[in-house]
């Protein structure tokens, strides 16, 4: 009897492995990684290549560059910009992404708890705040921030919040400038991280609540045992495109400062840009690229590996 209940089993089981030994699902996912290869390969093969040369503007002209080995990364190592410009990053990238994690749970809470009518409307204007371009976005925010005629400005001087700000300056000052930017950053991602997290939030069993309000658990004690490791994928693979994605921000910097004032709002992605065609050094633009992928690949694998071995804890 016992043998005829796991024949099914051990034949599943096997037509499993069969399918896995025949290829098939290596030849499901080819398409997808060829087109990856192809768009994100070749890139950052040509990056890596133009790190270790000699990559000028005469090069531009000539099409030839000479073989510079690690000198464009021992330039970038040994310049004290760089760490500046790096421990500026690090800053950045952890203001946004605790602003956004922390921001986008509280919405995808609030989207739980509203009415239907309510929850279709905040959705649609977090889809519009999403779909509007960066280009566009950041221009319509350094218009509502312009020293005679922002609406800020305007509307903070009729609150009487900080005094006379009709013809402050934001970006003048570097601190209120990375502030600025954080807020857009932040504005501009929350979108994706609330709507993510509010999906996430929607899977889990309301049953697990009512059984942990029973044993007595408060709020914080069901946060703790039940929505944050039922969540851990997700918040995972947030957290790592939103620091990707923090990291590398150029067009909201770009766009609002370019770098300035005095390079204080200058992050890995500007830095790179601006020795690359500003200084006309694109060897050493790109090694300074390549220096940025490698920490972020870094930080991913370290993080995902901690996140696994959080996940294998009983």
Not at 77 to 97: H, K, Q, Y
Not at 259 to 279: C, D, E, I, K, W
């Amino acid at each position: 009897m016992l043998e005829r209940q796991r024949t099914p089993a051990v034949r599943q089981l096997r037509r499993r492995s069969a399918i896995q030994s025949s290829g098939l699902p290596w030849a499901m996912i080819a398409p997808a990684v060829l087109v990856i290869l192809v768009v994100l390969g070749y890139p950052l093969v040509r990056l890596a290549i133009l790190s270790f040369q000699d990559f000028g503007s005469r090069s531009l002209f000539t099409g030839e560059a000479d073989f510079a080995g690690l000198e464009n990364f021992t330039r970038a190592l040994g310049d004290s910009e760089f760490w500046e410009v790096l421990g500026r990053t690090v800053v950045f990238t952890v203001v946004c992404v605790t602003a956004l994690m922390v921001l986008g749970f509280l919405i995808a809470h609030l989207l739980l708890g509203v009415s239907p009518w309510v929850r279709v409307v905040t959705t649609a204007c977090l889809v519009l705040v999403w779909a509007m371009p960066m280009v566009a976005a950041t221009l319509v925010w350094q218009w509502m921030y312009q020293p005679l005629y922002g609406v800020a400005n305007w509307l903070l001087t009729q609150l009487r919040v900080l005094g006379d700000l009709s013809a402050h300056n934001w970006l003048a000052n570097p601190t209120e400038a990375l502030g600025l930017i954080v807020l857009l950053v932040v504005w501009k991602g929350l979108p994706f991280i609330a709507l993510t997290m509010f999906a996430a939030l929607g899977q889990i069993p309301e049953s697990l609540y009512e059984a942990a309000r029973l044993d007595g658990a408060g709020t914080f004690a069901t946060f703790r045992r039940i929505t944050i490791p039922i969540m851990r994928p997700v918040l995972a693979v947030l957290a790592i495109l939103e620091v990707i994605w923090s990291v590398n921000s150029f067009t909201p910097i770009w766009v609002l400062t370019q770098g300035g004032p005095s390079g204080q709002t200058t992050t890995l992605g500007v830095y790179a840009y601006l020795t690359a065609f500003n200084a006309n050094d694109y060897g050493a633009g790109a090694a300074i690229a390549v220096l940025t992928v490698i920490l972020l690949a870094v930080f991913a694998a370290v993080y995902v590996k901690k996140v696994a071995a959080q996940g294998e804890t009983p």
